[in-house]
């Protein structure tokens, strides 16, 4: 299950990053840490970019790039 599989206002656990490493080391950078908690705030009406809550800040994330934050334990 990615980010993209949340419904905003859901919660979940970060449990990894897939792509390339220059992506996975832009997005561990950004918050996106294993055991991090991840929140949905808000779709775009197309679905694109996604607007989601890392560590106490929002962050504007390409749904091609949310595909590859891995959550577990959906909050």
């Known amino acids: 299950m990615s980010v993209c ?31 991090t908690e991840v929140k949905v705030k808000r779709v775009a009406p197309l679905g694109d970019p996604i607007i989601i809550n890392f560590m106490g800040f929002d962050l504007a994330i390409r749904k091609k790039d949310a595909k590859n934050i891995v959550v577990k334990d959906v909050v």
């Open 5 to 35: 599989d949340l419904k905003p206002g859901q919660k979940a656990l970060v449990s990894g990053l897939l792509g390339d490493e220059r992506l996975a080391r832009r997005l561990r950078a950004l918050g996106a840490i294993e055991g």
